[in-house]
């Protein structure tokens, strides 16, 4: 009988923890998808779709940036929005080729700074510091395009 109950127990848990993965798996689909392409290739996507550029200027070791990234930028409502409206860039002004560009073309000088520009490389909006969900959203609805 304890061999039956421990048999059940290790299903029951294995079946949890696969519950869980596929839950945190359907999250992960979420949120602002970051294109990994240079801001050249956006800016051309941005001129061919109407879009504006939303670029999240962040460092490897910028503690607000990170947290951003695990909870604001994971919103499916804000994934939504952005999704619709923006190129979405992520761009590592200290590491990727076209950041120490950007942080001198915008004069980035704190971080997070998120960005959004046009087709032609010009600042429309830019923020400083962490942004919540809220936060997010108000931005994306105060530019039009």
Not at 43 to 54: H, P, S, V
Not at 81 to 108: R, S, T, W
Request: include cysteine; aromatic fraction near 8%.
């Amino acid at each position: 009988m304890k061999k039956v109950f421990g048999i059940l127990a290790i299903g029951l848990v294995a079946m949890s923890f696969m519950a869980s993965s596929d839950k945190s798996t359907k999250q992960d689909d979420q949120g602002i998808k970051f294109k990994s392409i240079s801001l050249a290739d956006a800016k051309k996507q941005a001129l061919k779709n109407e879009k504006y550029i939303f670029i999240d200027a962040h460092t490897s070791w910028c503690g607000p940036c990170k947290k951003m990234a695990a909870t604001s930028f994971k919103n499916a409502e804000v994934g939504a929005v952005f999704n619709e409206k923006f190129i979405n860039l992520k761009i590592d002004v200290e590491q990727d080729a076209d950041g120490p560009e950007l942080a001198k073309m915008y004069k980035v000088r704190a971080y997070p700074t998120l960005l959004i520009i046009d087709g032609e490389g010009k600042l429309i909006k830019q923020v400083v510091g962490f942004q919540t969900e809220d936060r997010l959203l108000a931005l994306a609805s105060s530019v039009e395009n």
